[in-house]
Nanobody
Framework: QVKLVESGGGLVQPGGSLRLSCVAS????????MNWYRQAPGKERDLVAS???????YVTDAVKGRFTISRDTAKSTVYLQMNNLKAEDTAVYYC??????????WGQGTQVTVSS
């Protein structure tokens, strides 16, 4: 069974940067969109950024100008570059792949903690 594996989380000071990676353990046919979500304690899981097969990018207003989503299709990998991190960015970050026939694959999550 194909799994998504995230990496790159950790503890960083306010104003710092992290780069998250999400790679598929095997081949997933027909990936239409690659997404990053985050879930803070006691809150719902929210979409942070999305990149679809047509190259369209969505970034939520809270992180616009600070976070960048990109992908390496050949490596079945999606990245989230996070700059100028703030305490409110603290959350577990999840990646999700969505295929053209509606299949969804989620990663296990990676913790990002922004604190001095």
């Amino acid at each position: 069974q194909v799994k998504l594996v995230e990496s790159g989380g950790g503890l960083v000071q306010p104003g710092g940067s992290l780069r998250l990676s999400c790679v598929a353990s095997g081949s997933i046919d027909g990936v239409y969109a690659m997404n990053w979500y985050r879930q803070a304690p006691g809150k719902e899981r929210d979409l942070v950024a999305s990149l679809n097969d047509g190259g369209e990018v969505y970034v939520t207003d809270a992180v616009k100008g600070r976070f960048t989503i990109s992908r390496d299709t050949a490596k079945s990998t999606v990245y989230l570059q996070m700059n100028n991190l703030k305490a409110e960015d603290t959350a577990v970050y999840y990646c999700k792949f969505l295929t053209g026939i509606g299949q969804m694959y989620w990663g296990q999550g990676t913790q990002v903690t922004v604190s001095s």
